[in-house]
C-alpha cells in the first residue's frame, strides 16, 4: 500500500497493556514495566544517558487497560500503514542511511563490502520489510510481497519469524531494531486475550503483533500495537515457542552487543520470570519434557505433534540456560535458579535417554517386552516393537542417528523432524556424539533432507489415510507440501550454526550455496514442495522475510564462524551431578549419575 501523507495533524503513539499480579516472584509495591523510547541508534551503539519513559501502575495487581502514549508531534507527519515502504515512512537520514542504504561507517558515510547479487537483493528487501512504531524500527513483516492481495497474518510481525532478522541486523552491527522488538514485545506480554471468554495462563507472548493507524478526531491520530495470542490463529492455539525464542533472541541480543543492562532491567527481570513461572508450572503431567497442543510451534497447524515434540524441548531447554545465565542473583530468585537446574538436569537426561534412535536403539525396541510394571522396566512407556514403521528400518544409517518427534505413552514418533533435532545440537541438550551422528544422518541422507533446497521441515510426510486421520484432510499440508514434507529456506541458519559448533562448516557452506542461487531466482519463497524440493510451495509465499534473513545470516556466520560461538551452548557437565529423577528399592535418592554418564555422555 502507498503512504497516506497527513497535514496538520497531531500523531501520537499508543500501546494498551494490562496490569496484572506477579505471584512468586520479589514484591514490588509499584512496580514500574519501564518503555525505553528514545531516536534511533545505529551500530550497536547503545545511549545509556537517556532516562527511560516509564509507566507506573498503582494498583499492579488489579487488572485495567490504560494507553501508554511514546510520542507527539504537531508537525506535518507521514502516517503510514506498516507494510508501506522504509522511504516514505520516515523522514530521518540517519534511519534512511542504515535501514535504507546499509549501515554506516565510523565517519558516518555508507558502509558495504563485496556482496552477491543475492545478497545486495536480500538485504534491500530485508530492509524494505522493516516496521516502524513512532519513527523508531521494531521489526519485520511476515513477508512483504507487493502482488499479495490476501495476505491473512503474514502481515503482521512475528516473534518466531523475526528471530533470523534480529540476528542478520545483530550481526551487522544494527542493534537498536532488536532493543525496540524486546521491549515492545514485553509490554504486550501482559495482554489478556481471550478465546469463548477463556484467558491464557499470565507470562504469554503474543504470537505476532500489528501496528495500526487510529484516529482519535480530526485532528489527532496514534499507532497502537494490537497483539494476537492466538485468538484470530487458524486453529486458535496460544503460540508456546514465543516466549522461548523472546528469552533465547535477549540473550542473543547481549551477547553481540554487549549491552549486558538490558537484561538487568527490573521489567526484562519480571518478564523472564513470567514465562519461566508459565512453563514450570506444576501440572498433572509425569515427564520433565513440556506438554503442549499440537500446532503450538513453527509447526502450526495439526500435524500429530501434541505431547511432547522435540522442537519445544530444545527450545525450552535453550530457554531455560538462557534464562538461568540472565536472571539477576539475588534472594528472589535463588529458588526459580534452583528449579531450573533440577529441570535442565530432568530434561537432559530424559531426551538424551528416550528420544534417541540409531541401529543399536532400535534393534532394543524391536525386542521389546510389554506390560512391564515396575519402576526397573526397560521398556518404560510400553512401546509395542509394531510401531517401527517399514521405512525406518531401511533408512536409518550405520553411522547416524537422531532425535524422534515425539514420546508419549505407548506413542513414539519416528519422523526426523529437522528444527528439534538442529536445535538440540545448538543447546547441547542432546550429547556430543549424538550431535555429530545427527549431522552424520543428515550427510548421509542428503537427497532425502536436503536435496535441490534445505531443508525438510519433517521427513517422511504423512499420506494415504494416515494424512487423512492426522492431519483431518488438510488440504494445505498435502504430502511432501507446506508442514507436512516440505522445504524452508529459513532452516538454513540454524543448520549453519549447529554445523559451525561441530566442526562441520563446509556441510553448511554446501546447503547455503545450493541455495543461493535458486531463491535469489525464485524471489525468496516461504517454502518448496515435493520430495526432493523442486518446485515453489503451492501456497507459498513470496519475499518471505525469515526465508531471506536466514540466508543472510548463514552468509555471516560462515564468513565470522567465531561469531556463531555467542549463539550455541557447550556442555554442561554440572548438569550431570544433578540428578533427583532415579529411583531405586528405597525410594527416591540423589545420584551422581555415573551410570547415566558411561552410557550417554561422549
Known sequence: MNAIKIYNMK??????IQSRGVLGFNKFPNLNRNLHISAPRFLGAINQTLKPFSVSSPNWGRSRVFPV?????SKPNYVADYSTTLESRVNDKNFESVYVQGGLDETGESAGRAESEAEKDAWRLLREAVVTYCGNPVGTLAANNPGDKVPLNYDQVFIRDFVPSALAFLLKGEGEIVRNFLLHTL???SWEKTVDCYSPGQGLMPASFKIRTVPLDDTKVEEVLDPDFGESAIGRVAPVDSG?????LLRAYSKITGDFAMQERVDIQTGIKLILNLCLSDGFDMFPSLLVTDGSCMIDRRMGIHGHPLEIQSLFYSALRCAREMLALDEGSKNLVRTINNR????SFHIREYYWIDMKKINEIYRYKTEEYSTEAINKFNIYPEQIPHWLMDWIPEEGGYMIGNLQPAH???RF???GNIWSIVSSLSTPKQNNSILNLIESKWDDLVGHMPLKIVYPALELEEWRIITGSDPKNTPWSYHNGGSWPTLLWQFTLACIKMGRIELARKAVNLAENRLYADHWPEYYDTRSGRFIGKQSRLYQTWTIAGFLTSKMLLENPEKASLLFWEEDYDLLEICVCALSKTGRKLCARGAAKSQILV
Not at 344 to 347: G, I, M, P, R, V
Open 412 to 414: 513414539m514418533d519416528f
Open 344 to 347: 535442565l538436569s530432568a530434561l
Open 11 to 16: 500523531f501520537g503513539c499508543s500501546l494498551l
Open 187 to 189: 509490554q504486550l506480554q
Open 417 to 419: 523432524f529437522t528444527l
Open 244 to 248: 522461548l525464542w523472546w528469552i533465547i
Open 69 to 73: 502514549t511514546c510520542c507527539n508531534s
